[in-house]
């Protein structure tokens, strides 16, 4: 079955540290892959996507991912956290060729410490 | 980016009864997308709405507990029938995005059945 599992409910980085977060996907074949962040009372707005190419993604507000086919993972990073990224992020899949189908994780919520 | 608005924000509402969530994007869209996000869940497709044709519903969704309209190309509407607290969670429209299988949120309605 398709699914797509963030193993961290919630994680607390300091202002100014590294940020890692996990993804990791089940999929018959390599599918879209997207990180999206909601803050609190807002929609969700991407951040990144993939789905060719280099394998390494930049997306908005400093982040990145590096989608590993060996690991089926997607984990997202950013080298240093501000205040503001404080929020929850859902990492998501879509089949493959595209279409509208996606599949959401349950979502990771970023605290973030002065 | 097209940009959505829902109402209400948010809404308590008693068992039984039934409430209907408005869905206003700023641009013209072929589909748009119904979710719930149940509290501590991941995001859940509900159905797809179409203007000018019925909407097409997930499985394990119904058209007669969640009703869909799509008077035209700007704006939709779910109901969420016959409550129960079962269907406490936050629902949300999103739209297209212009890259690949991207999608626009817009800010939620939480409902509370009580």
């Known amino acids: 079955a398709q699914s797509v599992t963030q193993p961290d409910i919630h994680i607390t980085v300091s202002e100014g540290a590294s940020l890692e977060l996990r993804c990791n996907y089940s999929?018959?074949?390599?599918?879209?892959l997207f990180w999206y962040v909601q803050s609190p009372g807002q929609g969700l707005q991407l951040l990144l996507k993939?789905?060719?190419?280099?394998?390494l993604v930049q997306g908005i507000k400093g982040f990145e991912a590096e989608f590993k086919r060996s690991q089926s993972s997607f984990n997202l990073r950013k080298p240093s956290v501000h205040w503001s990224d404080a929020a929850e992020y859902f990492c998501?899949?879509?089949?493959?060729?595209?279409?509208?189908?996606?599949?959401f994780g349950a979502g990771t919520r970023l605290f973030v410490k002065a | 980016s097209a940009v959505i608005s829902q109402k209400p924000s948010r809404d308590i509402c008693q068992r039984g009864t039934s409430l209907t969530i408005q869905c206003q994007v700023d641009s013209q869209v072929t589909m748009m997308f119904w979710y719930r996000q149940q509290p501590g869940q991941s995001l859940t497709l509900i159905a797809t709405a179409n203007q000018g044709s019925e909407a097409t519903y997930e499985s394990g969704f119904v058209i007669d507990k969640f009703p869909i309209s799509r008077p035209n190309l700007t704006f939709s509407t779910l109901t969420v029938s016959n409550m129960s607290p079962e269907d406490s969670s936050i629902y949300l429209c999103?739209?297209?995005?212009?890259?690949?299988?991207?999608?626009?949120f817009g800010p939620g309605t939480r409902l509370t059945v009580t």
């Open positions: 999929y018959g074949a390599t599918p879209y």
């Open positions: 999103s739209v297209p995005g212009p890259g690949a299988y991207e999608q626009y």
């Open positions: 993939y789905f060719s190419g280099d394998t």
């Open positions: 998501a899949v879509g089949p493959p060729g595209g279409g509208f189908k996606t599949i």
